[in-house]
């Protein structure tokens, strides 16, 4: 018995999800990639810190491992703001992209008044 509920459960979830929410859900799965790969850049820190340690200061070398070293770890950083600020304005962001669609699909559609054949909405004679 238990498993019969168990699709009815999920057929009434699925029915109650919007696209909106779908929409949602997708992005902020976008933001859990860019975690992933910010951990991923982090795999390669302790190659650039050897590199920046091996080398003597004030040698071309070590200003070029210095550099690399800065340029991975803003890297890093960028994956990661991206992914919070992702995380956060999601909904916000995609209001805003929709309110356009829907404006459209709004002026495409007759008007209401007109297909009742409402009188109000006529002109009167002066």
């Given at each position: 018995m238990n498993q019969q509920e168990k699709p009815d459960d999920q057929n009434q979830l699925w029915k109650k999800i919007?696209?909106?929410?779908?929409f949602v859900a997708l992005i902020?799965?976008?933001?859990?990639?860019?975690?992933?790969?910010?951990?991923?850049?982090?795999t390669y820190l302790p190659s650039y810190l050897q590199?920046?340690?091996?080398?003597?200061?004030?040698?071309?070398?070590?200003?070029?491992?210095?550099?690399?070293?800065?340029?991975?770890?803003l890297r890093i950083l960028m994956h990661v703001v991206a992914a919070m600020?992702?995380?956060?304005?999601?909904e916000p962001v995609l209001n805003y992209l929709l309110k356009d669609a829907a404006d459209e699909e709004k002026s495409m559609e007759p008007h209401s008044s007109e297909q009742s054949g409402d009188s109000s909405s006529e002109s009167k004679p002066l």
């Open positions: 919007t696209l909106k929410q779908i902020r799965l976008q933001a859990l990639w860019l975690f992933f790969n910010a951990a991923v850049y982090l590199k920046l340690h091996y080398s003597t200061p004030y040698s071309p070398a070590y200003a070029d491992a210095k550099f690399a070293l800065l340029m991975e770890l600020l992702i995380i956060q304005y999601t």
